[in-house]
């Protein structure tokens, strides 16, 4: 039974990266609890006879070769119509246990599960880890997933730098991956990140697709001053405008039933005493369709100029990503459906406001399809985030039936 497993598994990575003060995680990439992970990724997939393949940008993928072939090493890239399911191991900084590893620990358990049942693969069946899927080291979402595709430049990825100065260009060694060359289909299972299957009464759901998002840098710019001696009508505040801008941002998501976040700020000197010079923000921003998430934007945008007019400060909005709407592979979640059974299950279809590296390979032409397990409380990038075990059985005796019903 791959209960024991799953279980071992959740126990093995529990301790890996938690905060003792937050109970939260801390997984950056590349820095020692993420290490930790891929060693212990490496383990679980040579425990399983897996063969362990890594891109030049860090990115994973332990490989079950299809019956009948022994080694899969030189001749997989040469193998189309592989199956790829997994996800990520990295977390926010200070969130939770289950966002990524339970797609990724699923999927050895559902590997488990299927080995159990006498399933013999057709196709190469691989568990993925992609890296860096939160962006919080080097502030790009899905940057491993988008390397891997081809969606994000090497030359540009290179030169990026985390919080300490660090350049990507000097963490892994970069050029070009081969990893996903033949995959057919990925099917990511996923802790749900909200409170559909919830209000469902589900435990586990299929995904219809992601809302387009995007992050733009808000760089406001004032005079700095003296706290104490100058004037209020004197100033040139720019945390005046980024107070309004944030205000704005939430109401008008409000109004539009979309969602805005200003979750980082840098102030600059960052004085008590002092009237800031600069203040950079940073807008998340999400809708439900490309067309009103340019509304959204742009109705905070007019709202943080008008503002900086009044508070004679500037504002300058740069988007430094913008991911669009991904509708997942509509015959991939029919073909997925049936495989779990209506009969047996209700399952639920529902979108999600995050994004995920199942986005990434969808719009990069290979067709994905995501499995959500109920989250009892919804909330996610949070050491509250939680899935209970039944739920989360039932989530990979889910997976091992799609994956079955794709490459058995
Ligand atoms: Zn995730």
New binding site residues.
Partial sequence: MAQPDFERMWRDLAPIGRSTSSGGYFRQPWLSAELELRAWFREAATARGLEVEEDPFGNLVAWWPPQGVSRLAGARTSTSGAVLTG??LDSVLDGGAF??PL?VVSSFAAIDLMRERGVAPTRPLGVAAFVE??GSRFDRACLGSRLAVGAASWADARELTDRDGVRLGDVVEGGTSTLLDGVDAYVEL?VEQGRGLVDQDAAVGIGSGIWPHGRFRYDVAGRADHAGTTRMEDRADPMLTYAMTALAANKQARLAGQRATFGRIEVRPNGTNAVPSHVTAWLDARAESDQALADLVAAIERQAVDRADRDGTTVTVTAESVSGQVAFDVPLRHEVAATLGSERRRVPVLPTQ?G?DAGILQEAGIRSSMLFVRNPTGISHSPEETAGTADCLAGVEALADALTGLVG
């Fill in positions: 996800s990520h966002d990524g797609g899927e939160e996923h995050a995920h």
